[in-house]
């Protein structure tokens, strides 16, 4: 260690490495040659490291920026979500790319987006943001744990931590005066909810996001393909404030159960990471899987996007005979079009493996911490409590003259007027009766 880096240079300087007799030391310079370099001191190329990041994406907007960062340093990439409805099955998707970047030698960032979780129809109440909050961040790390993903090089950050201060609020208030509401509609409709008459925090949603790429000082963003509308706008307006240009990463979207893609906010269209075994069987089996038909085939896009991506490979239980092991993707696709895979068959053992995968994670939360944590984040209603509501409501509306008491009311007043118009109409009969009858 003391004359490590002088003789180095001494040697370089003064003696070819080729020229030296290894032979004294006990092996020659073709076998020393022959070995193979260490896996722990052997350094990936900056192409190597390129071609990890952007593998089994959909789509990279301005490569060539990352490439010029990754000639001088690491890259910062950052992925963020919304805290609203529970993780499901389609955030391995991510999760497995945290791996690569991590691999690549990135500095990752995941955003836990708690006011865009409010601001998008108010998926989340203001009550509810810290709790759920906590419940990804747990949701997160024992997703990344399952799948080997160490979690000491990743950066965790809640949104309102900055997002909240005095100077992303000024540059939020010059994106409120350049940016127009039909860019700004145009820019979330494929991720926040659309409504006949939408919150204005759903204009603000994408706005919030675009600076979130400066002040989290990140390179590139990660996120799926329905956020490319975003990405895109921040392009165009990132630069109106004199912030840089980002890169931007897509992975592939994952179908649903019934169509679309899987949403968080949709109990229907998910696969939760806390789905028990029956659950999970039971949701896979109403899965549309008709054989031999590879359109509108959610499981295959699965097997595709979310096991091969993790695993590698996928094992095909066969009923009453042996497992067959897809090590290619290709392979697998072209006998179940050929129908030598039966549906059933790939039902069972794609339920096989989803329980397998999501089973560490059950245990993590298993305990009486992590329950009273998803009962605080996601709270449960109370048994009785719509037929109290029910009961409540029934006698009156808050909207006067619609439905209720008010109704009921009106009502009242028209019987009493009928019984008024009789009474007057009986009295005059009388009195012309008597009348006539003086006349006489």
Request: neutral net charge; glycine residues 6%.
């Amino acid at each position: 260690f003391l004359f490590g880096p002088s003789f180095c240079c001494c040697v370089q300087t003064t003696t070819a490495m080729t020229d030296i007799n290894w032979s004294k030391y006990g092996q020659t310079v073709a076998e020393l040659e022959a070995q193979p370099e260490p896996e722990a001191k052997k350094e990936m190329t900056n192409e190597e490291r390129f071609n990890l990041i952007v593998r089994n994406l959909e789509e990279v907007t301005k490569p060539e920026l990352l490439q010029e960062i990754m000639a001088k340093r690491h890259p910062k990439i950052y992925w963020g979500t919304a805290t609203t409805g529970k993780p499901h099955l389609a955030y391995f998707v991510p999760m497995s790319k945290m791996a690569d970047f991590l691999r690549a030698g990135c500095e990752v960032t995941i955003l836990l987006a708690d006011l865009h979780a409010t601001m998008d129809c108010q998926k989340t109440p203001w009550d509810l943001l810290k709790q759920r909050v906590k419940y990804y961040e747990e949701c997160v790390k024992a997703m990344l744990l399952s799948i080997g993903v160490p979690l000491e090089k990743l950066r965790f950050v809640k949104g309102s931590t900055y997002q909240l201060k005095s100077d992303f609020t000024l540059d939020a208030m010059k994106l409120f005066a350049q940016c127009s509401v039909h860019d700004a509609q145009k820019a979330g409709a494929e991720v926040v909810k659309q409504t006949a008459s939408p919150p204005l925090s759903n204009l603000i949603y994408p706005l919030y996001q675009w600076l979130d790429e400066e002040y989290l000082d990140c390179d590139a963003q990660f996120g799926g393909t329905d956020q490319r509308k975003i990405f895109m706008s921040a392009e165009k307006y990132m630069p109106k404030l004199g912030y840089r240009c980002r890169s931007h990463l897509m992975n592939r979207m994952v179908p649903g159960l019934t169509g679309g893609k899987m949403s968080a906010s949709d109990d229907a269209s998910k696969i939760d990471l806390l789905d028990t075994a029956k659950q999970v069987k039971k949701k896979i089996n109403k899965v549309f899987c008709e054989e031999g038909n590879l359109e509108s085939n959610p499981l295959m896009d699965w097997i595709e996007n979310v096991i091969f991506l993790i695993h590698g490979k996928f094992i095909l239980e066969v009923r009453d005979s042996d497992s067959v092991t897809y090590s290619d993707f290709a392979a697998l696709k072209q006998d179940f079009a050929d129908k030598k895979i039966h549906p059933a068959d790939l039902k069972q053992s794609m339920v096989n493996i989803l329980n397998e995968l999501l089973e560490p994670i059950r245990q993590r939360f298993s305990t009486p911490e992590m329950l009273a944590l998803i009962e605080s984040a996601y709270p449960t209603k109370k048994a009785g409590g719509d037929k109290k509501d029910k009961k409540k409501n029934k006698g009156g509306s808050q909207y006067p003259g619609k439905e209720g008491g008010k109704k009921k009311e009106g009502k009242n007043k028209n019987e009493k007027k009928e019984v008024a118009d009789g009474s007057s109409s009986s009295s005059t009969t009388t009195t012309s009766t008597t009348t006539a009858t003086e006349e006489k």
